[in-house]
Each structure stands twice: as structure tokens, then as C-alpha cells.
């Protein structure tokens, strides 16, 4: 049966927004404002003012990452472990803030943080001293954090739930203690989930900018201002296509990492 | 053989409120190969759980050598089990699954090598030590379950329906198998299956369980020729089991004849079940036995003919090597020592099991 005919709404989906994008921005990365070939805007990259940026992205994303993993693993071992139901509280309350639009959730916590926000208000009224939260780094990674979580959660939720009790149960059986069992059983057999829940966290961390403005104010750029504001602001969209291909290398980078540990696709959760 | 190695003393187990297992006690010798047999559900595994460790009984205690192991982690027990669905390591080739326990132990890694060398010859699979587990048949498997289990030495290996997934002519060749490496290795077996054939040729002692309850512990010659309950003589092969009244010590009267019988202390005019197996029921020429009967179904079966034969109103389940056509007229003669009486369901457990059937 040919049902190929199905996947034409799809392809022309695809076509107008995917693949038409990505061309015009892989031309306008090449080209200079007289649509001469140029490596101008990609190599712009290198100038300090972007290097800065690119490093903070990358740090501040890899932190991310990380604090998702070490808060998402044991989260979803807990979830593994009890049945869904007695722990559907625990899953309301992750899956809950998800219904809400990204940009709210980001400015709740912009109301939370403030100079005269929400916590500061709570400390005053304690007596202590305010802290200053909003527009530093760890704001912009608490967003990360706060956003990107579930990713982390539900494909490393997929891969334990698959794991047969009785293959943990054979490895105790053979005299390997909890710790064990979970070093050499549990941790490598979730690899595929762990792996596709640092891509899914780690590169809209990256290329995030709505995060960064929203919670790192003006004064901390990451690659993703940088870019944005060279399409809004400065309408250059030459240079902001060159930096945007430059990301695109980590992006890829990183999903090919992803896909060598996840290779039968087992960690896709959604 | 006569010591015991394992005690299971007063056994209960409940999930949400149901009972699964009920007050179940039973001992294994060292070096038995013992049997749990029963229907599905019946709460073997259950019992090889609580064994192994992965399950905590509500009451009762595990006794391992005179030892009380009930709170015993599985890691800590003397034994290894061989899983109902394999549980292979499949992160890791044959021979990393082999070598885990010993590993663990912190064996030298010449010992190891030795022992993976060893274990796969031992299952007919050497050379397949670099392969992965999915790269294996069911059947292949299996045996690599049974060699990663057999290399720590335990003392006593537990095996949940272990030849449960593989056809019938690998599965006959996996019981000689095992007995075989039984044999050689000197551990206590204990051994779950539903399969009664399986249980009657390879068990040294078979326990015959249901709903929780364990019917009848006995050789596999005595559960099957002096089966103890209604639900025993049913589940292990084919039987007539006939309402009858005991007259007196050694004469029975079954369907309305008089049948001499070897057992005795009953009773005089004593409502019993007799149990006859199919293949003890002798068929005669008209007037020379001690029934009229006549033929009504006839098949073949290979080894013999089964025959059912209508008497006194009573299907008669009969396996003979002599063929009978349907409407044959034909008398029934049964030996005495071929008639087992067993006494009619009185406490509530064995009227739950005869409600059962
Ligand atoms: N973890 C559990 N939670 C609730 N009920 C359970 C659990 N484990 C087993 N049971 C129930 O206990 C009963 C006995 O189960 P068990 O696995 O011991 O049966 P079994 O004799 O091994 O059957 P089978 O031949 O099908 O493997 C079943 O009714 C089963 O549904
Ligand atoms: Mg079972």
C-alpha cells in the first residue's frame, strides 16, 4: 500500500517553515549587505564581545544542565518507584507550571526576584537584609532550571520505566549491593535517557534569549541577545545569521553526542 | 539427603487484602531437587520470591541452615535464582553477564576467565562469550541465565519456569540438561513450573499448590499414583474421579458395583472419591469385568488409544494400547491396587479447591 500521499501536508509544513527558513538564513550568513559571498559574519564570531558571549551561553547552560540532571534523575526514580497514581501530586506539580505559556512563567519569576519583588518583600518583612537576585547569572540559570526540568525528567521517566524489575533483582540476586546495582545496572541502562535529556535541556539553554532578557536584564548578553538584538535592533541580519550558523555547530554538536549514547532512540520521550 | 537445608516456616503473604499464600510451611534437603507445581497464580513465585529475598513475608520465617535469613537482603543469601523471563544484562555481552556475580565478589580475573570458559562449555554455548544478549534465542538465553546463576556456586539454585518460553523439543532437551548439570554440580534445586509432566520427570519430591495452599508434598510416584485430594488427582494427568461409598474395609462400591480395593480404615458406608488413572482402567469382553459398558469416543495418541466408555452413567476416561471401535460393548475391570479412595472434602480449604475445579 503506498500511503505516502499522507506525509504531504507534513512535507509542505516542513518546506515553508523549516527548510526555507534555514536556507535564507544560511544565505544571508554568507553574503555581506551587497549579496556578495562573504566569511565575514561567521568568523565575526571570534571578536571578543561574542566570544564573552558564546563562553557564558555555554557556561551558564552547561550549569543548567547539570543541576537538571542531578534534581531530574533521583525525581524520576521516585516516580519509577512508587506507582504513578499515589505520586500523581509530584507529577501535577511538574506538569502543571508546563501549561502555562514560557514567557509568564518567566516573568512570574521576574516578579519573584525583584529589587522589590515578591522575596525581597518576604525578607523585609523579616528583618533581614534584601538580597540581590534579579539580573545576575544565577537568575538566568534558575530560569533555565525552572523551564527546562521536565525535559530532563520525562525521558530519563521513559528509560527506568522500561528497566525489568528483574533484571535489578538479578544483579542483587549476583551479590551486588543498592549502590552497585545502580553503578553498573540502573545508571548505563538509563544512558539513552540521560543523554536525550542533555540535548533537549542543553539547547534551548544555549539559544535561549527570552530567559536571559527577562531575568539577566541588559546586563548580561548571551549568544542569543547577541543574535536577536543584530535582527531587532541593529537590522543586521547578515551578521545575526553568521553567529546564528555558528550556534547551529554546537547545536548539532551536541545532538550527535546525544544520538551515539541514545542510538535505538529509547530516551525520545515526547 | 536428609538434612535440611531450608526451612519455610509458617509462611503468609497478602497483596491489597488477598491472600496469596496462607500458612504455607515446607522444608528442602540439601541436594533435593524439589518441585512447586501448581496453576497459574497459584503463588509460586510468590514462594521463590520470599526465598530469594525480593519479597518479605507478612508471618513466618526463612530458616537457610539453621539460620534465620528472613530479613536477609538477596545479596547476602547463600543462593542465586535463574528468573521467569531471563533478566539478562543486555548493557553487557555473555560473558560481562557471567562474570557479574564473581566480579562483584572480587575474583581474580584469571578465576573469572576460567569459570566463563567453564560455565559456557557446561551449557553447550562456548564461544559466545562476546556476543550480546539480544544476539541470542530464547532458548540460548535461558541457558546463559542458568550458567551466570551456576558460576557463584550457590548452594541452591532457585529456577521460576526456566524452559517456560521454549518449544517442546528444546524444552525435553533443557530438563535432561539440567538434571544433568544437577547431577555434576551437587546443589539443591528448587524448581516452579505448571507443567506436571515436567514436574513428574525431573523432581526428586513435587509440592502440588493451590490458591496458596500446598495440596500434597510426595515423590513424583506418589503424587501421581496415591494423589491425596480431588484437586491433586486432577492436576496431575488424567483421572476419573467418582463419587463412591466405602462398604467396608477393601470393597468399594462405585456406580452402583462392587469393586475390591486395598484400603482400609474408612469406615463402613463412608461417602469417598475414588481416583482411577485412565490407563488402569482394563477393558474386557462383555460379563468378564465388573461393569457393562460401551464405547462412545476413540482416538489416537501416538503411544495409545483414548477411549471414553459409558457406564452406569459415568465417562470412563480409558488409555489402552488395544483399540476398541465406538459402540464396542465392553465390561471395565480395575485391580484393587489401581483404586486410590481419598476422603471427601471436609475442612474449608479443600471445599474451596473442589468449588474450584
Ligand atoms: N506485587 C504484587 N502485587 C499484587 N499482587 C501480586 C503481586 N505479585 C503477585 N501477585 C498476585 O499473587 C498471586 C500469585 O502470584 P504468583 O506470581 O506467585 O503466581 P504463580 O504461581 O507464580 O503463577 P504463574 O504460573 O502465572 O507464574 C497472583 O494472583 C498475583 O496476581
Ligand atoms: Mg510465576
Known amino acids: 500500500m503506498n500511503k505516502k500521499w499522507l506525509a504531504t501536508p507534513y512535507l509542505f509544513w516542513a518546506v515553508a517553515f523549516i527548510v526555507i527558513p534555514l536556507l535564507m538564513v544560511v544565505y544571508y550568513g554568507m553574503t555581506d549587505k551587497t549579496g556578495a559571498f562573504t566569511w565575514e559574519n561567521v568568523i565575526a564570531i571570534t571578536s571578543p564581545e561574542h566570544v564573552k558571549a558564546l563562553m ?21 526514580m521516585i516516580l ?70 521536565p525535559f530532563m525528567v520525562l525521558p530519563i521517566y521513559n528509560v527506568l520505566a522500561k528497566i525489568d524489575i528483574n533484571v535489578i533483582n538479578a544483579a542483587r540476586d549476583l551479590g551486588a549491593n543498592g549502590i552497585q546495582t545502580f553503578l553498573k545496572i540502573t545508571l548505563p541502562l538509563s544512558f539513552p535517557g540521560i543523554a536525550s535529556g542533555i540535548t533537549m535541556v542543553f539547547v534551548p ?49 551536541s545532538m550527535v553526542i546525544s544520538s551515539f549514547f541514545d542510538k535505538d532512540g529509547e530516551g525520545a520521550a515526547l | 539427603m536428609n538434612n535440611k537445608l531450608i526451612d519455610l516456616q509458617h509462611i ?42 525480593f519479597e518479605s513475608p507478612d508471618q513466618g520465617r526463612v530458616i537457610f541452615g539453621g539460620e534465620d535469613i528472613t530479613k536477609l537482603p538477596p545479596n547476602k543469601r547463600q543462593l542465586n535464582t535463574v528468573f521467569q523471563k531471563y533478566a539478562l544484562f543486555t548493557h553487557m555481552t555473555i560473558a560481562e553477564n557471567i562474570a557479574f556475580g564473581l566480579k562483584i565478589k ?126 491433586v488427582a486432577d492436576f496431575i494427568g488424567d483421572s476419573n474421579i467418582i463419587d463412591s461409598i466405602m462398604l467396608h474395609d477393601e470393597l468399594v462400591e462405585i456406580l452402583g458395583a462392587k469393586f475390591a480395593c486395598v484400603d482400609k480404615g474408612f469406615g463402613n458406608n463412608k461417602p469417598v472419591d475414588v481416583v482411577i488413572r485412565p490407563e488402569d482402567v482394563e477393558l474386557r469382553e462383555p460379563g468378564k469385568g465388573s461393569m457393562e459398558g460401551v ?54 480449604d479443600e471445599e474451596a479447591v473442589a468449588i474450584n475445579e
Open chain 1, 56 to 76: 557564558l551561553s555555554l557556561l551558564l547552560s552547561l550549569i543548567s544542565t547539570i543541576i537538571c540532571l542531578l534534581l531530574a534523575y533521583p525525581l524520576a
Open chain 2, 295 to 348: 464405547v462412545t469416543h476413540l482416538i489416537f495418541k501416538g503411544v495409545h488409544y483414548e477411549m471414553e466408555v459409558m457406564a452406569n452413567g459415568f465417562e470412563w476416561l480409558v488409555h489402552s494400547t488395544a483399540m476398541f471401535p465406538v459402540g464396542t460393548k465392553v465390561s471395565i475391570h480395575v485391580d484393587p491396587y489401581n483404586i486410590q479412595i481419598m476422603n471427601k472434602p471436609v475442612s474449608e
Open chain 2, 12 to 53: 503468609s503473604k497478602s497483596y491489597d487484602g488477598s491472600i496469596i499464600l496462607d500458612d504455607l510451611s515446607l522444608y528442602i534437603r540439601e541436594n533435593e531437587f524439589l518441585t512447586l507445581l501448581g496453576p497459574s497464580g497459584c503463588g509460586k513465585t510468590t514462594t521463590l520470591r520470599i526465598l530469594g529475598g
Open chain 1, 205 to 253: 539553554a544555549l539559544t535561549t534569549f527570552v530567559i536571559s532578557t527577562l531575568l539577566g536584564g541588559s546586563k548580561i548578553l548571551l549568544i542569543g541577545n547577541v543574535i536577536e538584538q543584530e535582527f531587532t535592533t541593529a537590522s543586521n541580519w547578515h551578521l545575526g545569521s553568521g553567529l546564528s550558523l555558528v550556534l547551529m555547530i554546537f547545536v548539532l554538536l
Open chain 1, 80 to 149: 519509577v518507584a512508587k506507582h504513578a497514581s499515589k505520586t500523581s501530586f509530584i507529577v501535577m506539580l511538574f506538569i502543571l507550571p508546563m501549561w502555562m505559556n514560557f514567557l509568564l512563567r518567566t516573568l512570574a519569576w521576574q516578579t519573584l526576584l525583584e529589587k522589590n519583588g515578591v522575596l525581597n518583600g518576604i525578607l523585609s518583612f523579616l528583618h533581614l537584609p534584601a538580597l540581590n537576585l534579579i539580573n545576575t547569572p544565577g537568575a538566568i540559570i534558575l530560569g533555565m532550571v525552572y523551564n527546562f526540568l
Open chain 2, 106 to 231: 572480587n575474583k581474580s580475573k584469571a578465576y573469572i576467565d576460567d569459570k566463563i570458559k567453564y560455565a559456557l562449555k557446561l551449557v553447550n554455548l562456548d564461544g559466545y562469550g562476546n556476543r550480546m544478549p539480544d544476539s541470542l534465542s530464547g532458548g540460548q538465553q535461558q541457558r546463559i541465565a542458568i550458567a551466570r546463576a551456576i558460576v557463584n556456586e550457590p548452594k541452591v539454585l532457585l529456577l521460576d519456569e526456566p524452559l517456560g518460553a521454549l518449544d517442546l523439543k528444546l524444552r525435553q532437551d533443557m530438563q535432561y540438561e539440567l538434571i544433568r548439570l544437577k547431577n555434576e554440580l551437587g546443589i539443591t534445586f528448587i524448581y516452579v513450573t505448571h507443567d506436571q509432566e515436567e514436574a513428574l520427570t525431573m523432581s526428586d519430591t513435587i509440592v502440588v499448590m493451590n490458591q496458596g495452599y500446598i495440596q500434597q508434598i510426595g515423590t513424583p510416584e506418589r503424587i501421581y499414583n496415591e494423589p491425596e485430594n480431588a484437586f
